[in-house]
């Protein structure tokens, strides 16, 4: 009787090969949840477009990608389409064009946008771009920003430009990445 209840006990701390895939399997999905979190916090997220101030560009309700290492290669263009978080405004994510960037005179006088002297040619741009603003030079790391449907967007030319730790990432405009 002693011998069985002596084999029990060795069963019990047995290590052998079947414990010993279930440990790799455990490693594993731990490494996969690690890496998918990485990539989702720093290279690639999604959002949902909620509102109308992108109109005609992107509609309300549909899902885009969000490139969020893109501009550790190289600073955000004027006419990027970006995911922006403004926390003494809103506290959720917005996603807003860029206009101006570092170093350009921003000018905006009756209903039309002014970059550096010249007249924006605005294709895009849905309704007459109010009221009149005027911005010397943007500063470093400093943008403008406008949704496209510009009689219902809450933009720059309500709260300001927009600092570069508030660009969240790009967003893609590529059809082949919208996804619903």
Same mark, same amino acid.
């Given at each position: 009787m002693g011998k069985k209840y002596h084999r029990k006990w060795i069963n019990w701390t047995y290590n052998g090969p079947e414990r010993r895939r279930g440990r790799r399997i455990l490693f594993m999905l731990l490494w996969v949840f690690l890496y998918a979190l990485i990539f989702y916090r720093f290279v690639v997220s999604s959002c949902v477009v909620e509102g109308v101030?992108?109109?005609?560009? /992107?509609?309300?309700?549909?899902?885009? /990608?969000?490139?969020?290492?893109?501009?550790?290669?190289?600073?955000? =263009?004027?006419?990027? #389409? $970006? *995911?922006? !978080?403004?926390?003494? !405004? $809103?506290?959720?994510?917005? #996603?807003?064009? #860029?206009?101006? $960037?570092?170093?350009?005179? *921003?000018?905006?006088? =009756?209903? @039309? *946008?002014? #970059?550096?002297? @010249?007249? /924006?040619?605005?294709?895009?741009?849905v309704g007459k771009t109010k009221p009149s603003i005027h911005i010397s030079r943007l500063g470093d790391k400093e943008f403008f920003v406008l949704g496209d449907n510009r009689e219902n967007s809450d933009d720059s030319r309500f709260w300001g430009v927009l600092h570069r730790s508030e660009i969240v990432g790009k967003v893609s405009e590529d059809k082949l990445f919208t996804f619903w």
């Amino acid at each position: 009787m002693g011998k069985k209840y002596h084999r029990k006990w060795i069963n019990w701390t047995y290590n052998g090969p079947e414990r010993r895939r279930g440990r790799r399997i455990l490693f594993m999905l731990l490494w996969v949840f690690l890496y998918a979190l990485i990539f989702y916090r720093f290279v690639v997220s999604s959002c949902v477009v909620e509102g109308v101030s992108m109109e005609p560009t /992107l509609k309300a309700g549909s899902a885009r /990608l969000v490139n969020r290492f893109v501009y550790f290669f190289h600073p955000p =263009q004027n006419g990027d #389409i $970006v *995911v922006l !978080v403004k926390k003494k !405004v $809103v506290p959720f994510y917005l #996603i807003k064009r #860029i206009i101006g $960037v570092p170093g350009d005179h *921003v000018r905006i006088k =009756q209903g @039309e *946008v002014w #970059i550096n002297g @010249e007249k /924006l040619d605005e294709s895009y741009a849905v309704g007459k771009t109010k009221p009149s603003i005027h911005i010397s030079r943007l500063g470093d790391k400093e943008f403008f920003v406008l949704g496209d449907n510009r009689e219902n967007s809450d933009d720059s030319r309500f709260w300001g430009v927009l600092h570069r730790s508030e660009i969240v990432g790009k967003v893609s405009e590529d059809k082949l990445f919208t996804f619903w």
